[in-house]
């Protein structure tokens, strides 16, 4: 299923080479047509405005959107266990996940990054995929949702998921992501907001915490059944 990497690729950092090929993305979601017509309506304003914009504006929103602050941030387990030390037993789950399915991580990725786990769905038979979604989608929409408040276009990425979603999202947690404020921030406070931020080691994990984790656990029970025994407590 191609629909999901190809709103990976679009929550990636604008390249000339992906901004170029965009017209053909738009194409293969109308082609495969699991999103409705409303919801691709809005993806293909997005991508013109990529298209028509400055590459480096272009650019330098994507990074002010995604890269300042933690509210829009793209690594979903920052939305969920911040600095903790489960974020780094989860990490290690997750490429576990994504190996039963030929999915190896390059160097330096993080296997929480939104794009990336879209990735993973696109590899998954379409029920399997739409039933994982479900398990971020509270996350998912929550940062669609302040996105949305700011006036970014790159909302309509989130609100697509959501639609794609078997599982509603919280309501409770929609409701506090609608009344946080915007999130601002300098260069400096920026640097001072991030600089606490542990590196992801796959070497320091204490594997007695290997079940902590409750992140994504519907979708793994059900694909449990098929990971051999040593890799089982994914997620």
Request: with cysteine; glycine share 6%; charged share 30%.
């Amino acid at each position: 299923m191609k629909t999901f990497k190809i709103l990976g690729l679009m929550l990636s950092y604008p390249k000339p080479e992906m901004i170029s090929h965009l017209d053909e993305l738009i194409q293969t979601l109308e082609a495969e047509a699991i999103l409705p017509q409303k919801n691709i309506k809005k993806i293909r304003s997005l991508a013109t405005d990529m298209q028509e914009g400055d590459i480096y504006e272009v650019q330098e929103n994507f990074v002010d959107l995604f890269d300042r602050g933690r509210s829009h941030c793209l690594h979903l387990f920052e939305h969920i266990h911040g600095e903790s030390r489960d974020r780094g037993q989860a990490m290690v789950n997750l490429v576990e996940t994504y190996e039963t399915k030929g999915l190896y991580l390059q160097k330096g990725e993080l296997p929480d990054y939104l794009p990336l786990f879209l990735e993973y769905l696109s590899l998954c038979p379409p029920e399997e995929a739409f039933e994982l979604l479900g398990d971020p989608i509270t996350v998912i929409a929550a940062i669609g949702v302040k996105l949305k408040k700011r006036g970014a276009n790159y909302a309509c990425i989130f609100e697509a998921l959501k639609v794609l979603s078997k599982v509603k999202p919280d309501a409770e947690m929609i409701k506090a992501a609608e009344a946080e404020p915007l999130e601002e921030f300098s260069a400096e406070e920026m640097d001072k907001d991030w600089e606490e931020a542990a590196a992801f080691d796959n070497t320091d994990v204490d594997q007695a915490d290997c079940n902590s984790c409750d992140v994504f656990t519907g979708a793994v029970a059900e694909m449990s059944k098929d990971i051999p025994q040593n890799q089982k407590g994914a997620l």
